[in-house]
């Protein structure tokens, strides 16, 4: 299957726990056989894509069975940050010790060819292979919700309510090494066969795709004095 | 975990093949846990996200791990079509008779409640449960490619040249029956805990989240004067 999904940048501030030169992990897993052209090695790459992303899929198998669900997460360095229900059978899943896979998928472009069968699309896309540790440290656990928090709403922690502890109780954290990552990147135009290249009547070409904000409205319950504060206002993809 | 993802919409014509009033499956996997308030029951829309959905995430198991692969699809009545090349390991995971899972996110809002512990997103998520069948007749696979094409890039079938014998032989082509399915929906205010209902002072609402188009770009090896299409020119999301 070919790699795809939908623009959206946000701005979470990251400390890279290492230099952003290291090279990717080259399992059997995290290795391309298919399109290798568009692999990066490069852990640059990786963290760019999962800062650009808003929320990623992560798949577990439960009862045998893939399950594949959407859900906000954060990075800090290289730990992917992850957190959900303690009610929720996929977070439990997630958070017994076997393998799980994340992915962040940003599409960029719809790519129209000359040919069907080189119609595609411009993307990035992260994939993580791992086994997640769940913390039970309260530090660890306040820091990887601030990373999350961070990159879903950037300036919520210093401004809405912090958890309370009853609050806390009820959040499982998860933290997963981006040891055995793989990143695909398409950023082209269409490709060609050698039956189109002649074509010269036949378009080819981009529909860029990207994700706008909207400007914020405010909740029905909220005094219509009240504005939204500057961290919000001012927040772009 | 929450669910969530970015937003983007297409308008692939569909035939239902059923009442769209049917109501879902309610077997173990496909029925709600958690936030059950967030559940819909009915098929209208389970289809209105796949159709408002550019692209899925594929959760297969790989030697006894999950892999989740985003790719394109499309849908006709009740069944989604998804295709791959033949080389690709993951399409041979999911051709083999075995349960995957198809997952379609579109993030429509972020959503600022006074406590972190409310922050979330609003959404509209459709998750399939299933075998994929791998089409084998000529006639079935060449719907099936079709409806993709026509959800990925409508007008394209008609325009951009048809795949050849020998691309057709590289495309593995499958099918899902939209059986086992469940759709979780959000689109609201933020929530409010009884802690936070007199701070007046503080805001909450919500960012809209939407995807758009750019105007589409010529290939480089397109002359400049072959302009797109009216399928292209005129698309949106």
Chains 1, 2 share one sequence.
């Not at 820091?143 to 502890?165: K, N, T």
């Not at 990552?181 to 269409?190: F, I």
Request: with cysteine.
């Amino acid at each position: 299957m070919c790699g795809i999904v939908i623009g959206m940048s946000s701005s979470t501030p990251t400390t890279p726990s290492r230099p952003s030169s290291t090279p990717l992990s080259s399992t059997p897993r995290s290795t391309l056989t298919r399109k290798k052209e568009r692999a990066s090695g490069d852990r640059a790459d990786l963290h760019s894509v999962l800062d650009a992303g808003l929320l990623c899929h992560v798949a577990v198998v439960s009862g045998g069975s893939p399950v594949c669900v959407p859900t906000g997460y954060g990075r800090d360095g290289d730990t992917l940050y992850l957190h959900g229900s303690t009610g929720s059978g996929n977070v439990r899943a997630a958070s017994s010790g076997v393998d799980i896979c994340v992915t962040v998928t940003i599409l960029d472009g719809i790519v129209y060819a000359r040919s069907l069968n080189n119609h595609t699309f411009n993307y990035r896309c992260a994939m993580i292979h791992g086994r997640a540790r769940t913390l039970t440290g309260d530090d660890e656990r306040d820091h990887a919700l601030h990373v999350i928090s961070e990159h879903l709403a950037p300036g919520s922690w210093d401004y809405a309510r912090r958890p309370s502890a009853k609050e806390l109780a009820g959040v499982t954290v998860l933290a997963l090494d981006l040891e055995e990552a793989s990143v695909k990147l398409r950023d082209d135009d269409p490709g060609e066969q050698p039956e189109d290249v002649d074509r010269d009547d036949v378009w080819a070409g981009v529909i860029g795709v990207r994700t706008v904000f909207d400007p914020p409205t405010s909740a029905a319950y909220v005094p219509a004095d009240v504005k939204a504060p500057p961290h919000v206002t001012t927040r772009t993809p």
